[in-house]
């Protein structure tokens, strides 16, 4: 999901896929798709053991596949031989591999287990999750899918984006400043495991598991935000950054992306584990792996996210002062003290859309 990430907090491509015009037809990009899918899961009840997990999730795969390619011409609005010549099959390969198959897999799993959490179990009365798995999954890839067709749209008219919400440049900056992201990650890793083991006082399964998941909630989303001043900012100490940072600012990114994301991540792990591991419950040591994954996972992200952010605020010259805005993250360093030291606002616009 680092993709969805980089859609809301890069502020170029934030910019790009909130405008007004482009969110109307989101809309019906996303509507479309789903009264389709729900149609599909009607279908799939007589003709698959729709019951059983895997089969679910293979249907709700398929579903996504179809709506990321197909969503992703639509952002696109070129004819698909266009497409194909100028995309490529690795950039289609992974739109319909990452953001359709993956991503709906993870977001079927991430309804499942919200769902057991609630007491609504899946095994116990499988129509009902069943069909908000296909439903959400099928409108969030179309959303994403979308999106991103328009950011490729948008790069071939000659609009400057420094980064592509693919995660090539997360390979690159791992490479390449491994020894900056290793503590991070080593940090996550032991707080994300100590963080797990708050529900062992819980008797009641789905209680232990709601604990454990506020916690990995709470310390991945704080983690991730430590982690983004610190690519921010490399040269300068982040706790430095974070102190100088209004509390309101750093409520807002603590929420979004870090804690929605940490949670999200640990509730697709859960997934793995009941629905196609089929474990009956989440032991004390699949909590301490999952959360140590998770929370470390959420610190490399927001460190690289830091790091892109940085790159486009080194580019400021070359880039107009509306594409350094954005929605999610808007004021986030409005308040601080700049990398020189020197105290000032940073141009990063007023904009309070949702996308």
Known sequence: MLHRMALRV??????????????????????????????????????????EPLVLLAVSSLVAMVTALLSYWVGRSAPWSVIVRQDGARLLGWLAGWIGAVYGIQLSLLVLTLLWIMHYSYFQHPDGPAMMAIIISCTSVARDAFEIGHVRKLSLLGRPFLTFPDGEQLL??????????????????????????????????????????????????????????GGLYPSVPWAHTFRQTAPGELMKYWWWPGMAFASTYYLVTMGVLLFV?????????????????????????????????????????????????????????????????????????????KG
């Open 10 to 51: 890069i502020p170029s491509l934030s910019l790009a896929v909130t405008e007004d015009a482009v969110r109307r037809q989101k809309r019906i990009v996303m509507f479309v798709p789903g009264l389709i899918a729900f149609g599909v899961y009607r279908l799939a009840k007589h003709l698959v053991p729709i019951t």
């Open 172 to 229: 690159v900056l791992v490479q390449r400043r491994a020894w900056q992201l290793g503590p991070w990650a080593v940090v996550g890793l032991g707080l994300g495991a100590m963080a797990s083991l708050s529900g062992a006082a819980m008797v009641d399964a789905q209680g232990a598991a709601l604990v454990q998941l506020l916690s990995v909630t709470v310390l991945g989303g704080g983690l991730a935000l430590c982690a983004y001043f």
């Open 277 to 353: 591991v089929r474990q009956p419950t989440i032991t004390l040591s699949a909590a301490a792996v999952m959360g140590a994954m998770v929370t470390a996972m959420m610190a490399v992200y927001g460190y690289y996210l830091g790091d892109r952010r940085h790159v486009e605020d080194e580019q400021a010259p070359q880039l107009s002062s509306g594409m350094l805005r954005c929605p999610f993250v808007m004021g986030i360093l409005g308040k601080t003290v700049g990398a020189d030291g020197a105290a000032g606002e940073l141009a990063l616009g007023k904009t309070g859309t």
